[in-house]
């Protein structure tokens, strides 16, 4: 075989690329929302932009996040804050996708042709997640300019032109698709070997593959559970202990409302980087509510979404002017920006509780 392409749809969550590339896989198909909409709720923090020991996790597909703590000096200088999903990495633990994981090292001890290992998983229907020297990777925002591990994702190849397709965000901050020769992936691949102890996530390489044959019905009782623990500020590692202990060092749910704002407060004093993930996490996170709800309205008959539903719309329009407002602080210095997204988070959070109150009590009566 000369080339293969695997089929790709499009991810309903991609801020951060580890959700974005098994999403599109699932997304070919309509079969894995109920998991999905039963999950990608709650979401954590680090509870202070100036804690000193800044949790670092190693990223368990198989289980929710064990997390270990990483003293290196270099980690300890933040100069932005970590938003994201609880149970990072949730879709490589979906039911829906079947994994296999070998270490970079290991592949590299083996002398394995990775080219021909890649093409071979390709041919076997398995899409390629790994970490390469984003240095080497053509049309990417650290081509040529430093060397760092970062994510890649393949997703077919051409050995007639010698190249692999990838998906990810381009550098202008694009998510589309794009090619990689195969002797610049080698060179990425092969000077992928930084200091394993500080970037130890990088030494991981999965085959991912659709699995065809589960089913997942729909949890109202963990969607009740997410967006009680979303409300309230529960901390949900509570519920992962036989894995991991209890995670104190996030804040989880609503108030991470307070450290997104004082994230824009250091903006005000120039003590912070600007960073669109933020509000591009934000955005994702309210559009992801509102089709949620849309989609248990319009499947499950579950009425009492339709006020969230409609509330939870404004905030994703809220959240997106938000989000351009971001990017155009990004591009200039007007101080004023700040502190109206600052106002607008505020309105945000209180509209929220006044739409998920109501709603958690209509949803006992239906779990």
Request: overall charge negative.
């Amino acid at each position: 075989m000369n080339q293969k392409i695997l089929p790709l749809g499009e991810p309903i969550i991609k801020c951060y690329q580890y959700d974005a590339f098994p999403l599109s896989i699932l997304a070919v198909d309509d079969d894995y929302l109920p998991w999905f909409y039963s999950n990608y709720i709650q979401v954590f923090c680090n509870k202070s932009y100036f804690e000193v020991d800044m949790p670092f996790f190693k990223r368990m597909p198989w289980y929710y996040n064990h997390y270990i703590p990483n003293n290196k000096e270099d980690f300890q200088k933040k100069d932005t804050i970590l938003i994201e999903f609880f149970g990072s990495y949730q879709a490589l633990s979906s039911p829906w996708i079947d994994l296999e994981t070998i270490s970079w090292d290991m592949i590299g001890k083996s002398e394995i042709d990775i080219i021909n290992l890649i093409k071979k998983h390709i041919d076997n229907n398995y899409y390629f997640y790994g970490y390469v020297d984003e240095f080497y990777v053509q049309d990417r925002y650290m081509y040529n300019k430093y060397h760092g591990p970062h994510d890649i994702f393949i997703y077919g190849y051409d050995d007639i032109n010698e190249k692999f397709s990838i998906t990810g965000y381009n550098s202008s901050w694009i998510f589309s698709a794009s090619e990689i020769s195969y002797s610049d992936f080698s060179m990425a691949f092969e000077h992928n070997n930084f200091d394993k102890d500080l970037f130890f996530w990088s030494d991981k390489l999965y085959f991912l593959k659709k699995n065809e044959k589960t089913e997942y019905a729909l949890n109202s009782k963990l969607i009740y559970q997410s967006l009680s623990d979303y409300l309230f500020s529960t901390n949900s590692s509570e519920h992962y202990l036989r894995y991991c202990g209890s995670i104190e060092t996030f804040v989880y749910g609503i108030s991470t409302y307070d450290s997104v704002i004082e994230y824009f407060n250091l903006l005000l004093d120039d003590k912070a980087r600007r960073d669109a993930r933020i509000t591009s996490f934000i955005w994702e996170h309210k559009k992801c509510m509102a089709s949620r709800f849309k989609y248990l309205m319009d499947n499950f008959n579950y009425k009492c979404f339709h006020s969230p539903y409609l509330k939870y719309v404004e905030l994703e329009k809220e959240s997106r002017m938000i989000h351009n407002l971001m990017i155009k602080l990004r591009l200039s210095n007007d101080k004023t920006i700040i502190t109206r997204i600052i106002s607008m988070l505020d309105s945000m959070r209180k509209a929220e509780l006044e739409a998920l109150n109501p709603l958690l009590d209509n949803l006992t009566k239906l779990i």
